[in-house]
Each structure stands twice: as C-alpha cells, then as structure tokens.
C-alpha cells in the first residue's frame, strides 16, 4: 500500500478543505476503500478520516415528517433501530440483505452510496478497464459477462452498481445532502449516480472535495410501509452481491393500486428507478397480470451486454415475485430473512 | 513512512503506540501486540476470519485502519476466557463439536459473541446462519455451530438471570 497523509478534521469545513486537492479520498467505515488500496486499484495521497465528525450519526425526523440520516450512521445501526424498520421495512430489508453482519456493523450510509462496481475486471489491474483507467478499454465486454448490465450500458462500461441499500433508497425519492466549498446542496438519489456514457470514471455527480452529509427521506415514503418488500436473488442465500434485485412498494386500496415505486437493482451502473412500470401500476387491479405486464414495462428497454440474456427473464419475474410479496403486506418481523428460492413467500407460487 | 499515536484497550489493556497509517488492526493485533489469535485469512473482508469487537461490535480487523480506531476498545480471542474457565460460546462450541480448524475458529467465536449481543437471532437457526455468514470455511466444517450457537445462548440467558436475581 502506498504511503499517505492522514489527517482527521475536526469540523465539516476543515474536512472539505482538507479533501480539496486531487489523490484525496475521505475514509468513514473503511470497508470498500481499504479494499480498493490493498488490491492496488486506488492509491490516494491523503486520506481524511471523517469518522469523528461531529452530528453525522444521528437519525433525525425533520419538521416536514421527512427523515434525515447522517452520514455517518452505520448501516447496521440504521436497519435495526426499530422505528425506522417500521416506517422504511423495504430499506431495511436491503440493509441486512447487503454483505456480512461485520461489514455492516463498520459500513456507512454515506459509503454504501459511494462503493465501486464489484465488476472483476475493475478490481484486476491487469484488466483494461474504461471506469478504472479511462481510455483503456473494457475486458467485460467479450469477457465473463453474465452478471453484468441489462439497462443503461455503454460500450464503454457495462458494470452494475453493488448497492442493496441504494434500490429502495431511489424508489423512495431519497436526496443526497451533499456539503462542499460552495455550501450545501441537494440532489435526488435517481440523479446522483450516472450512467456510463462515455465517461464511466465519472460514477456520480459529487465535485471534487464534495462531502455527502446525509441522506433524506421524504415523508410520504413512510406511506407505503404496509407494502413494501425487497427481494434479492444472489448465487448463494447469504453474503453475495445482487444477481437481480428488486424493490416494490405499493399503496392498494380496495384491490387497487393508489401508490406504487418501484427499482431495480444489479441491472445497471445506478440503481434503478422503474418509472414508467410505477405508471403502468397505477390505477390497475392489485393481481397477478397487472404484476406481469408493470415488468414487461420495466424491462421494456433491457438489453444483454454479454451472457446476460437471463437477466432480463430473471429480472422480469423478480418483479412480478416482489410485487406479490409486497401485496401481501409487509411482514411483521421487518426485517424479514434474507430472499431464497428455497424461502416461501406469501402469495407466491414456487413454479411463479 | 507517515506516523501516528495510537491508544487503544485490548482485552483490557491500555497501550499507547506510535503506528504507520498503512497498518490494518489486524496487523497491529498480530504483528505489534503479539496475539496471534486473530487470523489472517483472505485480508478483504471476505472470509471473517480478523473478527473482532471493537466497542462491542463485530467487524473484519483486516479492512479497519488501526489510526482510524484511536482510543476504541478491543476484544479478541484472547481476552474471551476468564483465566482458565472457558466463556459458554467457547464451552459450547466444544460440546456440539462447532470447531472448525483453528484458522477459521477464532473469527466464528468473536462473531458469536458478536451475534449474540446484536439480539436479533434468538433461536431461529436460519437467523443464526444468516448471522454467521460473514465468517466462511473453505472447509465448509460449519456442522455443529447452530446447535452450539443455540446453547450459549441459553447458558447466558440463565447467568444472566441469575445475576438479576
């Protein structure tokens, strides 16, 4: 690991200041950048350890009935503090769906949006990698390519982005409180992460030195707990990164659809936000086929990148399986177990 | 070579270090501090085979920067008996024969110990597989673990009855 400056700011500003200048990278839970350093995929000058920070763990309700979430709060801490469980089930649910119970307990609300594809091309240095090395190329494409993106590739990048926590984050409208020299400002979680383009080093909207301070639920997202579910299909029950997942939340009312959000995740370089399927819900009958035909919508524009053909079918029946489940209503211990094909789910067929 | 101070409680004892900022927890547990209990498995975070409770929490030691952690408190292996008496995760463990080599043993103990106080299992088996699945055995020797998992869980419940009472 390459030698580096250590400074730990005592006040938001001072970490700011000190993050300024280019090699730096902030370090909180350390889980993904410790990492990134060892496998020699990021090599920064300085690192400023945020950790101390004051006010950036706290869990807030905000006068509007939104909800703020420091930065700093540690995922684990977040999924089981028990009153946002019950307003947020579907993010819980992801929380505790996403890596291991050691990771959560150091992992941070503020990292998860800010850890890199898992692609393994990005983490092999011998790899060309545009989004590792811009203008190298992509060894993913052509590659071993059956996990990678279905939606919003390009031929510059077909990486998925890892987070659990991100999906129902985004189908929730959460905002980003980003903090940098010119002060505060807030972007919706949808906009925060881009697509690849031709820019695929650039993985999110944040300038350098730019501090992420918290993260925002608005209020009407608590509407939608007695609906609301996340579904994760991964090549073992426990400890994987997403294949596919998918997170639903509905509000149904006489057998029909008053409310619905949905996204994806494992499909694309940003969690992602299924609008016109949320559209193709609304109004329709709370039943099976209005469920198939809102994924045939979200899937509408899927593509493969590679051997990934059997995401899209994959990903079309997550849907319709979460759907089912979150018509079924949330269940009473939020957060449920993580999804197994060997898991039953109310509601759901096991040949659906 | 960058430098720092360093405080920190292991198993209850207080040392004041200098460190490089490179080093992992982990390192500084084995190289620096001598207890070799805590293993080096896949040093990324995968295997759990660095778990240890810092602040009474279980995370990998490999992926924590000793300088980011100044003035925590530390629990390893080593500090989980009292003397000769064996703590009940470590009696039980033996009992249901939960022991996996002594690679992978140490991690999966710390990260009972860990499960345990988080309180979100209880007595559910799949709970406690989902729980323990950040410590993986390439031996895949997790037969046992559940049912030892099981009976400490008991053993505390009525030590700490008792203590109530």
Known sequence: ?352 | MTTLPLSLTVNGHHHELEVDTRVTLLDLLRERLELTGTKKGCDRGQCGACTVLVDGKRINSCLALAVSHDGAEVLTIEGVAHGEELHPVQAAFIAHDGFQCGFCTPGQIMSTLGLIAEGQAGADPERIREGLSGNICRCAAYGGIVEAVLEAQQQLARTDRRTAA
């Open chain 1, 1 to 352: 690991m390459r030698d580096f400056d250590f400074v730990r700011p005592a006040t938001i500003s001072e970490a700011i200041a000190a993050a300024a200048g280019p090699g730096s990278a902030y370090l909180a839970g350390g889980t993904n950048l410790l990492d990134l350093m060892k496998g020699g995929i990021t090599a920064p000058e300085r690192i400023v350890d945020i950790t101390r920070l004051p006010e950036l763990n706290r869990i807030e309700t905000l006068d509007d009935g939104g909800l703020r979430i420091g930065a700093l709060v540690r995922n684990a801490d977040l999924a089981h503090d028990p009153a946002f469980a019950k307003a947020y089930p579907a993010v819980a649910e992801a929380l505790l769906s996403g890596a291991s119970a050691q990771l959560r307990n150091a992992a941070t609300v503020g990292g998860n949006l800010l850890q890199r594809t898992r692609c393994s091309y990005f983490y092999d240095t011998a790899s060309a990698c545009n989004r590792r090395e811009p203008g190298s190329g992509c060894s993913a494409l052509g590659g071993e390519n059956r996990l990678h993106a279905i939606l919003g590739w390009s031929d510059a990048c077909i990486a998925t982005h890892p987070s659990d926590f991100c999906v129902p984050l985004v189908a929730l409208d959460a905002v980003v409180e980003i903090e940098g020299k010119q002060g505060r400002r807030h972007v919706t979680l949808e906009e925060f992460h881009r697509l690849p383009g031709d820019t695929p080093q650039r993985e999110t909207v944040l300038e350098p030195g730019e501090l992420i301070v918290a993260v925002r639920l608005p209020a009407e997202a608590a509407s939608f707990a007695a609906h609301a579910r996340y579904l994760k299909v991964r090549e073992r029950t426990s400890y994987a990164f997403a294949v596919v997942s998918a997170a639903v939340a509905l509000v149904v009312d006489g057998g029909k659809i008053r409310g619905a959000r949905l996204a994806l995740g494992g499909v694309a370089a940003k969690p992602w936000r299924a609008r016109s399927a949320e559209a193709a819900l609304l109004g329709a009958d709370a039943d099976e086929a209005s469920f198939v035909r809102a994924a045939d919508v979200a899937l509408a524009d899927a593509s493969p990148s590679g051997d990934n053909a059997f995401k899209i079918e994959l990903a079309r029946r997550i849907v319709v399986r979460a759907l089912i489940s979150a018509k079924a209503g949330t269940p009473e211990r939020i957060p449920a177990l993580p999804a197994s094909p060997f898991s039953s789910i109310p509601g759901v067929r096991h040949d659906a």
